[in-house]
């Protein structure tokens, strides 16, 4: 193995392991507070006075608070995160590559909490709505707590990953990977494909599926008009 090769190992060892310290420091601060994060996320189930959260092991709600406070340590310490990816990979980035990466991943950071945000304040209760709407005065919702957040984060995280996937469309246009017209040429089955996506991660309702499909498509349309100005003109001859 050649010296810069070892050098380039032993870079990514220091920097993994900074991004590692932060991480425990940081699950260790949330775990103090994991209760009120529990809380907060249990919030848009304590509207409904029949439905029950319980724990059916004696280690469920434990594992849920280390699960709760993992989760939010990983976004608190995530500017750390990836503050070592980026210094690991400028050195190998050129100039023009370095302006279209740094604002992508701020705006990527932007858009994925409000993905998260419109999944906790809109989706995730109409999906509740949905789903306990079924009960009847013989049935009545004993939800345990370990289902519950699987749901609930699953909901929030998907959709803060899909709210970003416009902004990597942008990045690709910018680097000259895609084009615009091709985006225009295929813009029906990027539509459809919108909605089967949000068919498969939002309840079976058509309103939380409506309520999922819109703003991506709302996003995916910004993408295409964006892109006549993100877009590398093409060079002319002289």
């Known amino acids: 193995m050649t010296a810069d090769f070892i050098s380039h190992l ?3 060892r220091k920097r993994i392991f900074i991004c590692l310290i932060f991480f425990v420091l940081a699950w260790i601060a949330c775990y103090c507070f994991s209760r009120p994060l529990v809380e907060a996320l249990i919030a848009p189930l304590k509207r409904y006075e029949d439905a029950q959260l319980v724990f059916q092991t004696p280690y469920e709600a434990f594992m849920t608070h280390l699960h709760v406070s993992g989760l939010a340590a990983f976004l608190l310490s995530s500017p750390v995160i990836f503050g070592q ?31 998260f945000s419109f999944a906790y304040f809109l989706v995730v209760p109409m999906g509740l709505h949905f ?16 289902p519950y957040f699987s749901f609930l984060l699953w909901m929030t995280m998907v959709c803060g990953v899909v709210f970003d996937l416009p902004l990597i469309l942008l990045g690709l246009i910018r680097l000259g990977v895609l084009r615009r017209k091709d985006l225009i040429a295929i813009r029906k089955f990027i539509v459809v494909g919108i909605f089967v996506v949000a ?17 991506l498509w709302i996003l995916f349309e910004a993408c295409i008009l964006l892109g006549k100005w993100v877009e590398p003109k093409p060079a002319r001859n002289t």
């Open 85 to 115: 990816l980026w210094g690991f990979l400028v050195p190998a980035l050129y100039t023009e590559e370095k302006r279209i990466i740094f604002p992508l991943v701020g705006f990527s950071a932007i858009l994925f909490a409000a993905g």
């Open 131 to 146: 789903f306990l709407s079924f009960q009847t005065e013989s049935l009545r919702p004993l939800l345990s707590i370990g």
């Open 10 to 12: 032993e870079e990514l």
């Open 199 to 215: 068919a498969v991660i939002t309840p079976p309702d058509p309103v939380s599926q409506l309520m999922v499909a819109g703003p």
